[in-house]
């Protein structure tokens, strides 16, 4: 699997699949849950309610529709909420490899990530790059290319920083 950076809006990902911080009631929130329901529209949150009636647990993915995204399908995962204490490290690993396990049964061969749980959750953004890309280096998967979406130039540069660092 090819690991990719970009700065941007994962909302204008032209990939197979993009991927949703989401959260356990799974009914939209801010950060970029916010802007994917936003973008797909109102579709997006009837597959959430149809698919996940009881919502998801920390750690866990699921899929809906995509909407109006140029996307085929969001991938909603759950990370841990750090700020209020969620922080045993295999949920937010979890994230990533059952984001990879969903994409797989869909057959998403291009699949955007945002920075899971490093927004509103406050996992610390170099740690959950890190997270994120030993998931990625390690993985078996027919996902041919997992693309890192930075919302800001720090991020971007963080990932590429670690990307280089290997
Ligand atoms: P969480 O609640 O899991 O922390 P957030 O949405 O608050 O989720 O933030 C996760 C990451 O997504 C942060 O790095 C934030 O800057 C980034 N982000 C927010 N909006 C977008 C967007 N439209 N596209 C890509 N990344 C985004």
Redesign the pocket.
């Given at each position: 699997m090819e690991i990719t950076v970009v700065e941007?809006?994962?909302?204008a990902q032209d990939v197979d699949a993009i991927v949703n911080?989401?959260?356990r009631a799974m009914r939209g929130?801010?950060?970029?849950?916010?802007?994917?329901h936003r973008?797909g529209g109102p579709a997006v949150l009837e597959d959430c309610r149809r698919r996940f009636p009881a919502g998801l647990a920390t750690g866990d993915a699921g899929w809906t529709t995509a909407g109006l995204l140029p996307a085929r399908w969001v991938i909603h995962v759950?990370?841990p909420?750090?700020n209020r204490g969620e922080r045993d490290r295999t949920l937010l690993t979890s994230c990533y490899h059952r984001a990879l396990a969903v994409a797989d049964d869909l057959g998403a061969h291009t699949v955007a990530f945002?920075?899971?749980?490093?927004?509103?959750?406050?996992?610390p953004?170099t740690d959950?790059i890190d997270a994120a890309l030993e998931v990625f280096r390690a993985a078996q998967t027919q996902v041919a290319e997992a693309r890192m979406?930075?919302?800001?130039s720090s991020?971007y540069a963080a990932i590429q920083d670690a990307l280089r660092r290997g």
């Open positions: 941007g809006d994962i909302t911080a989401a959260n929130g801010g950060g970029v849950d916010g802007a994917i973008a759950v990370g909420n750090y945002p920075l899971i749980s490093a927004g509103s959750y406050g996992w953004k959950a979406v930075a919302f800001d991020t």
